[in-house]
């Protein structure tokens, strides 16, 4: 299964972006990117995820690197609430459909 | 709708007792999976299924046993309990099996094995 390395810890202002990244050199060319994440003490939400181009929700904007060997979530106003652990997952590869969570990045937004 | 519920919250076991922590969806997803979580660490694939009767191992799959007789339902039974088995459990649901289809969790089980 192809991995992800995140940063283990980022620190933001609240109300500024937040830039989250995301490594997955060993990507294949099917493998969707995943984003969920986990606010303390809760089961992890989905938050974005996409295959090639950039994505857009309501929650975050999913920049994807022009080779897919990277990603970034981007938080554009980071808000208390936005404080939690931040998993990037690469989905599905020759159909076993597991999804393989790493370490994530824990986001604490300063007031 | 529910989504996806687990019972019980939380439960505490002596070591070698036997259990079976339950989670049911209402959103008729073909693809459910169970999760463990450990203090301070990310979540690890304990089994999934990718629809009734099918089931298949994941990353931490000993000493767990599961089966998938329902679409709604996907029981995990700890067969003779462990104290390192004390986790948060969480089990998870998406539309199928799917690479684009989020997966949408439950509130977890936390599991105390002394």
């Known amino acids: 299964d192809a991995k992800t390395t995140q940063p283990n810890s980022m620190e933001s202002n609240e109300e500024e972006p937040v830039h989250l990244p995301c490594n997955h050199s060993t990507i294949s060319g099917t493998d969707y990117i995943h984003w969920y994440r986990q606010l303390p003490s809760q089961g992890p939400e989905y938050v974005i995820h996409g295959l090639t181009s950039n994505v857009n929700n309501r929650m975050a904007s999913l920049a994807i690197a022009e080779d897919r060997k990277s990603s970034t979530l981007i938080l554009h106003r980071a808000t208390l609430r936005d404080a939690a652990v931040y998993y990037c997952?690469?989905?599905?590869?020759?159909?076993?459909?597991?999804?393989?969570f790493g370490t994530g990045t824990r986001l604490k937004v300063l007031a | 709708n529910a989504g996806v519920t687990q019972t019980p919250k939380f439960q505490v076991l002596k070591t070698g007792q036997s259990m079976t922590l339950q989670c049911a969806q209402d959103?008729?997803?073909?693809?459910m999976s169970w999760y463990r979580q450990d203090p301070g660490m990310g979540l690890r694939l304990i089994h999934y299924s990718v629809g009734a009767g099918i089931t298949d191992q994941g990353e931490v799959p000993n000493g767990y046993n599961v089966s998938r007789s329902t679409t709604e339902d996907f029981p995990l039974r700890l067969l003779s309990a462990a104290p390192s088995q004390t986790s948060v459990y969480f089990c998870?649901?998406?539309?199928?099996?799917?690479?684009?289809?989020?997966?949408?969790f439950g509130p977890g089980t936390r599991l105390t094995v002394t």
């Open positions: 998870a649901s998406s539309y199928d099996g799917d690479r684009s289809y989020e997966q949408y």
């Open positions: 959103m008729n997803h073909e693809y």
């Open positions: 997952i690469l989905r599905g590869t020759s159909g076993t459909y597991k999804y393989i």
